[in-house]
């Protein structure tokens, strides 16, 4: 999508991978990091095995990355899994919170629009999915009141067990207010809940009175109430933010308030695999421990980091913006995240004839559009959305230019089909 | 354990990782491999997602391997599954076969002595585990008479869908004759069992009049009967053989016979991890397609190669031949792999020692050999063993002079412990 990768990140990985290098024309601070990370290495090779929950080192840097994020709550290494990008621990979390047949099956809540590695993980674990919906009139934020209403209806068939949220949030984009994220925890210690954050976006927020709360953070600043008695798994990846890294998997999860004997058995799990790839590791140390103002790569740093987070905000405003101006397209801001997740008023007639081809009303339009423009957008069917309404789902990825044309399509188009269904 | 990572390797991952030192003193055989690579992967860049299944050239080139392996038995790469390290690949086919309940619950056959990620996967998806036992006395071989004993006995409790083969064999270090293998797939086509071939080890083969037979190679010299119907899936790895490169978790899986509409369910089970490690997957192209002949690093990488294999084969002869001079350990030969099992005779006192303790008598005695010499070994029960006998797992991975003294001092340990307990 025409993103660059950090060069501080590239150098200090291409030192480890070939240490050679060490000798050549590398920035200081690069080769510090790489010996740095050579050492915790077994053998002083990305080539070995790590420990299964990761390299030590690694996990210290998460583990004070996550204090200076959230302003000194400690956070302690024995909690730090690293994982092959966030969806690896998710699903690892999810496999341990799951047993029990018919109505004593746990249930899992999660969000509707959703992320579908969720669906796709508990259709696989046998889980029972437990939908409750986002608030597309308030820009997709959380009410309570919809909790309480949808684990009510999942202890009629299973037993709720966890409730995962997407904050920033996908595919829609928004960014939940601490007061939602207080509301959430509550919900959690009230119903025994284990608490799923999946906090991959966290450095992608882009809407002015917008800001990340972890909650861990939270959590905490709540007081020994809750912050001694709910059970936290929160997720994180060098995938998104300002760092795009997908194809490194890297990954980690804080795990919070768990039973010891529980935590022996996640970590007995997270050793069948081995290892998380070692690349991968040390690319996330990179992450959690970037350059400091005295270091070298520093200015250089700041510069790539500071120029891909607003080249995404800039996109993300002109994506709403643009959507917006589209009669039958309604477009929530782009809070956070990558995506956009607007809803379509289609003609009766569209709707008609997607049943005639017993396709889902937004399928068709996306299949329709993906045909006459070449544009690729994913139907709201499949991430799930209240009856009756329709969506797509499009990233604000694409380079700024291309973005443009692609919305102007996307206009046109709608108009379009709109006029030819009407 | 001082074995060093293969030289070309490491230059095209750095190469791939910050493309540019692309304007460096790199190899050019390098430089190319590099481009190419890159020019496979989304954007030019590792950091990018893949296809769930890898990225294709990757496909296409692991396809060309298996082919030159096999003497020119076709692949296809729509075949191949590129993975995170082979035990992903495993797990994933497992969980493919999985299903059931009760007494129809899936029933996979995997051998005794047995590598635990079989058991692990298998108590993990409650499938059924029906062991059939390696024979010892002949070298660790497969006797299909044991096989239908196995499947027989399995038959009673449960669905047997499946059969594991470990070869070279991890931890019992055998090779299979030609005549095992045929064996084995004529047992599968009888059964209608799912044939999985864990061939990580299949560059190390130290034995004299051993060879490395691919299941998949001897399927197709069985002639139509067998390659059309037998379903197999076979596993690699750049874990093992020459490149012990385990960090980078690359592997991938070849997959013959599978019904088309079960094939589309493996790629939907693989995509809800998105993509396995990118530097894993160049790496697992360099392994598949080293530089050739007329290619500049060539001679340096066949050097690097050969002694690594050099110094493997050395240290799996002088492994079997010390243990053999002690009495009261009985090792067979080395003849593949990176692990000996060596059957120990203990005491009468010592089993009663270790019963009073509730300790296996093989694990008492490796926490005694850890205790008095910092040795660590792991017991046969581990790993499974026929009742009665007791063994000890240990990897010739060592340094030769390192491995030189752990072996004395295994001899003069088993001397010691066998006097205090006579």
New interface residues.
């Given amino acids: 999508?025409?993103q660059k990768?950090i060069t501080f990140f590239?150098?200090v990985?291409?030192?480890c991978?070939?240490p050679d290098?060490l000798e050549?024309k590398f920035p200081e601070d690069a080769k510090n990091r790489a010996r740095r990370i050579l050492q915790a290495?077994?053998?002083g090779?990305?080539?070995?095995?790590?420990a299964s929950s990761g390299i030590e080192v690694i996990r210290q840097d998460v583990a004070k990355y996550i204090e200076r994020r959230d302003g000194g709550i400690p956070s302690n290494p024995d909690n730090i899994y690293l994982s092959?990008?966030a969806?690896?621990a998710i699903?690892t979390m999810l496999?341990l919170l799951t047993s029990g047949e018919g109505k004593t099956r746990t249930g899992v809540m999660i969000s509707i629009p959703q992320y579908p590695?969720y669906s796709?993980?508990l259709a696989?674990l046998a889980a029972v999915q437990i939908s409750y919906c986002l608030d597309e009139d308030k820009c997709w934020s959380l009410d309570v009141n919809e909790l309480r209403r949808a684990v009510k209806a999942g202890r009629e068939h299973c037993n709720p067990r966890a409730i995962c949220i997407i904050n920033p949030g996908n595919p829609t984009g928004q960014v939940q207010s601490r007061q939602c994220i207080e509301d959430v925890i509550r919900f959690a210690a009230e119903e025994h809940l284990f608490l799923m954050a999946d906090e991959v976006y966290q450095d992608n927020v882009y809407a002015e009175g917008c800001q990340f709360h972890s909650f861990k953070k939270v959590l905490f600043e709540m007081g020994p109430e809750y912050s001694s008695v709910v059970e936290l798994a929160s997720f994180h990846s060098t995938s998104k933010c300002y760092m795009?890294?997908?194809?490194?998997?890297g990954g980690y999860m804080e795990v919070i308030n768990m039973d010891p004997e529980v935590k022996l058995q996640l970590t007995k799990?997270v050793s069948?695999?081995?290892?998380?790839?070692?690349?991968?590791q040390a690319l996330l140390d990179l992450v959690v421990n970037p350059p400091q103002p005295d270091e070298p790569s520093y200015d250089t740093f700041i510069k790539e980091r500071t120029a891909n987070l607003h080249i995404l905000s800039e996109k993300a405003k002109m994506t709403a913006q643009v959507l917006n101006t589209v009669p039958g397209i309604h477009c929530n801001p782009v809070q956070g995240a990558m995506y956009t997740f607007p809803r379509l008023t289609l003609p009766e007639k569209a709707i008609n004839a997607a049943k005639e081809k017993e396709q889902a009303p937004d399928m068709f339009y996306c299949m329709k559009l993906l045909e006459e423009t070449g544009i690729c957008l994913v139907p709201g069917s499949g991430f799930g959305q209240r009856d009756g309404t329709y969506h797509f789902r499009m990233t604000i990825l694409p380079a700024t230019e291309k973005l443009k044309i692609v919305l102007e399509k996307i206009r046109e188009f709608h108009k379009r089909f709109t006029e030819e269904f009407s």
């Fill in positions: 999508m025409g990768p590239r150098q990985i291409a030192l991978v070939y290098l050549d290495c077994g053998g090779s990305l080539g070995a095995y790590s092959s990008g969806s690896d699903v496999k590695l796709a993980a696989e795009g890294e997908c194809g490194f998997r799990l069948v695999q081995l290892c998380p790839s070692v690349p991968g």
